[in-house]
């Protein structure tokens, strides 16, 4: 009997047949933010491989060198702001990926639920409901079985 993700394996005496859940499905939205961030690390690395080729001297120079500068006096350099509005970028990228992701979980746990209920009530039709309406409608018609007949 398979076990593992996506299957719910029963061992009420070998009988209960595995489940499938469903729950490998991915939507097509969540294709497209795995595509973009996959396109993303590629920026990245290709721009930290240039870096290690052709180091950017202007990364060294002081604030004044690369121009007047942002903020009161023009003290902060423009390299600093870029690494600080990276960084925002980042950790708002991240609250809106974990948004995104739990999302995704409350849906996948919605579906199994649904896939399990259906399957617990196929094998409680199965193997509980149709042989109790059996012996109930043959108990109602009178008919003997075999240990009636030992009597």
């Given at each position: 009997?398979?076990?593992?993700?996506?299957?719910?394996a029963g061992t009420a005496g070998g009988g209960v047949p595995p489940a499938d859940l469903d729950t490998q499905w991915e939507p097509l939205w969540w294709r497209l933010?795995?595509?973009?961030?996959?396109?993303?690390?590629?920026?990245?690395?290709?721009r930290a491989l240039?870096?290690?080729?052709?180091?950017?001297?202007?990364?060294?120079?002081?604030?004044?060198?690369l121009g007047p500068g942002i903020g009161p006096g023009g003290y902060v350099a423009i390299p600093t702001v870029l690494v600080l509005g990276g960084v925002a970028a980042g950790v708002g990228l991240s609250l809106a990926s974990s948004?995104?992701?739990?999302?995704g979980v409350r849906g996948a746990l919605r579906r199994a639920r649904k896939a399990l209920s259906r399957a617990?009530?196929?094998?409680?039709?199965?193997?509980?409901l149709t042989p109790l309406?059996?012996?109930?409608?043959?108990?109602?018609q009178g008919t003997p079985t075999g240990a009636d007949l030992r009597r």
């Open positions: 009997m398979p076990k593992g993700p996506g299957t719910a933010v795995q595509g973009t961030a996959m396109a993303a690390a590629d920026l990245r690395r290709g240039w870096l290690a080729v052709n180091p950017d001297p202007h990364l060294s120079r002081p604030a004044t060198a948004f995104l992701i739990s999302a617990i009530a196929e094998v409680g039709e199965e193997h509980i309406r059996v012996e109930l409608d043959r108990l109602e």
